[in-house]
Nanobody, 125 residues
Framework: QGQLVESGGGLVEPGGSLRLSCEVTGRTLDDYAIGWFRQAPGREREGVSCISRDGGRIDYADSVKGRFAISRDNAKNTVHLQMNNLRPADSGVYYC??????????????????WGKGTRVTVSQ
């Protein structure tokens, strides 16, 4: 049974950086488009960044453009989300999700096949 395992979350000060990783196990990353989503307390889950199956299409939420960068390493079955200049508003639980599709409409509600359990990011002094 395939799984998505997120890592790299933690506590960071405003302006700091974190690199999240999403490892796909039991399946071949090449077959999937991948998205990063986040949910802050009291807020709905939102799409943060998504990358198409071939890496040719990348989308970012307006709030993270210019600060976050998504990448995929199919040889290592891993997708990364580099997060720079973090803000308190970026705090939340970050989930990666996969769908056997060419690309994702990077919004919550797009039907995904698999979800990870999430990794928590806290941006605070």
């Amino acid at each position: 049974q395939g799984q998505l395992v997120e890592s790299g979350g933690g506590l960071v000060e405003p302006g700091g950086s974190l690199r999240l990783s999403c490892e796909v196990t039991g399946r071949t990353l090449d077959d999937y488009a991948i998205g990063w989503f986040r949910q802050a307390p009291g807020r709905e889950r939102e799409g943060v960044s998504c990358i198409s199956r071939d890496g040719g299409r990348i989308d970012y939420a307006d709030s993270v453009k210019g600060r976050f960068a998504i990448s995929r390493d199919n040889a290592k079955n891993t997708v990364h989300l580099q997060m720079n200049n973090l803000r308190p508003a970026d705090s939340g639980v970050y989930y990666c999700a996969a769908v056997r599709s060419l690309y994702i409409i990077c919004q919550d509600g797009f039907p995904m096949d698999y979800w990870g359990k999430g990794t928590r990011v806290t941006v605070s002094q």
